[in-house]
């Protein structure tokens, strides 16, 4: 079992940044690949970004490619989203995501996810 805690969110004006954390515990951290998901009000969650067991391989989503950045420290057990040049469409309950298989290396599926935290909602006013 894998025990996942955001933290981070909160208000940001638009155009401004943000760093978003998740901690985990219950599992070694570097043989998990992670990744963060969000949801807004109304719509479905959808893939945000994904990083590789060891960190050297990363993915993102067209909508957040070249303004966020995902990184992990494999020695603090901690998962980061920088967030920069955040955009009113950003606002949403951001979510970070363990995969438990461990072929897995790197994955966009959300159905590979096999746990989850409880999410941080990033809100952005203009």
């Known amino acids: 079992q894998v025990h996942l805690e955001e933290s981070g969110g909160g208000l940001v004006q638009a155009g401004g940044s943000r760093r978003l954390s998740c901690t985990a515990s219950?599992?070694?951290?570097?043989?998990?690949?992670m990744g963060w998901f969000r949801q807004a009000p109304g719509k479905e969650r959808e893939f945000v970004s994904a990083?590789?067991?060891?960190?050297?391989?990363?993915y993102y989503s067209n909508s957040v490619k070249g303004r966020f950045t995902i990184s992990r420290d494999n020695g603090k057990n901690t998962l980061y989203l920088q967030m920069n040049s955040v955009k009113p469409e950003d606002a949403a309950v951001y979510y970070c995501?363990?995969?438990?298989?461990?072929?897995?290396?790197?994955?966009?599926?959300?159905?590979?996810?096999?746990?989850w935290g409880q999410g941080t909602r990033v809100t952005v006013f203009t």
């Open positions: 219950g599992r070694t951290f570097s043989e998990l690949p």
């Open positions: 995501a363990a995969v438990g298989n461990p072929i897995v290396i790197i994955t966009k599926r959300e159905a590979e996810y096999d746990f």
């Open positions: 990083i590789a067991k060891i960190g050297a391989t990363t």
